[in-house]
């Protein structure tokens, strides 16, 4: 027991009265204990914290991503400060330093914790795939320009140059990327007017469809059902014409067209489908229980009589489910029913 004390209150002097090597290998020391002790802690706080809110548990890691190496080299310093007999030189340097890597801790966690909030609110929820990186590029920008400014001016350093050669630089900058701006305050409008939502799915004018799932300074992903990619530019984002079929809700009504022959009762053509077409929606998940069906006759032809189903339906990506289900069920309870479908052979 005596040699443990002896060796311990020798590494004690080494450590307090050591020179340089001695204190440089025990301010690393203190960092990589404080890392280490920290990212433990932060891991059962992000656990708590999924426990206790709505809130995802990605979000929160990308809430706290850093903190446990920006605060441990704080805890670090700290304890270098404390426990060692540093020059009064070393202790200036290490106190500057710390106040940096506040304002640097700082800058980080609120950058991280507006982009979360900001994804939160943009994104549609349940869907992780989705993004806004234009947002949370812009928010994060922001704020580390924030932050730079104030280390700056904690190190003396005249932040008024900068800004007037920032300043003066900006106005070629704007007229040689005229298209890159009108994409990236194309899409910042887009989504502030909150017309378009991460995850909504939508078609394009021009014909393409699918859920937005991304975007950035310059580009909307759209991911198409086939699971490829769409690259639109946002401003033409901005200007199309476009239908959003998750606004203001996501159900919506199909229809899906049938002709019968003249020879047909319609009333019981009419009963018959509205039965087959309740049962669908009551079974199937891609249909809306409760939603009466509706059936609507619409042409008297050269060779039979066209109606419409109306159908109801959870989501636009559900159509083709439905349509299935309803077509296989109609065309074998017609079969039962002596109802004669119209078959043109041309």
Request: glycine share 8%.
């Amino acid at each position: 027991m005596d040699w443990f004390v002896s060796v311990y209150n020798m590494m004690s002097r080494e450590i307090e009265h050591g020179g340089p090597h001695v204190h440089m290998l025990a301010f690393f020391l203190f960092i990589g204990i404080g890392i280490f002790i920290l990212h433990w802690v932060f891991r059962g706080l992000i656990e708590l914290l999924c426990r206790v809110t709505p809130v995802r548990r990605e979000s929160w890691r990308n809430t706290f991503r850093f903190m446990p190496t920006l605060l441990g080299i704080l805890l670090g310093i700290q304890l270098t400060k404390g426990i060692l007999n540093l020059p009064d030189f070393v202790q200036n340097i290490l106190e500057r330093h710390y106040h940096s890597v506040v304002i640097i801790t700082v800058t980080f966690f609120f950058a991280h914790l507006l982009s979360s909030y900001l994804k939160s609110k943009l994104m549609k929820s349940g869907n992780e795939s989705a993004t806004t990186s234009i947002l949370t590029t812009i928010v994060d920008l922001g704020v580390y320009m924030v932050g730079l400014i104030i280390i700056l001016g904690s190190y003396g350093i005249s932040i008024s140059p900068l800004l007037t050669a920032l300043g003066a630089g900006s106005l070629a900058s704007a007229l040689a990327l005229q298209d890159t701006l009108a994409n990236l305050f194309s899409g910042i409008t887009t989504l502030l007017s909150r017309q378009v939502h991460m995850g909504d799915y939508i078609r394009l004018a021009s014909g393409e469809s699918g859920r937005v799932t991304d975007m950035n300074w310059r580009n909307t992903t759209i991911r198409t059902g086939t699971g490829n990619m769409v690259i639109v530019p946002n401003k033409s984002i901005a200007s199309a014409t476009l239908t959003n079929y998750e606004q203001p809700l996501a159900e919506c009504t199909i229809s899906i067209p049938l002709t019968i022959t003249y020879d047909n009762d319609l009333q019981h053509v009419e009963d018959v489908t509205l039965r087959v077409a309740r049962d669908i929606l009551e079974s199937s998940e891609s249909g809306v229980t409760g939603f009466e069906p509706l059936v609507r006759f619409d042409t008297m032809g050269d060779y039979g009589i066209t109606f419409n189903v109306v159908l109801r339906i959870r989501n636009i990506v559900d159509e083709a489910v439905l349509r299935h289900e309803f077509i296989k069920e109609i065309f074998t309870v017609y079969q039962k029913e002596n109802i004669q479908l119209l078959i043109r052979k041309d």
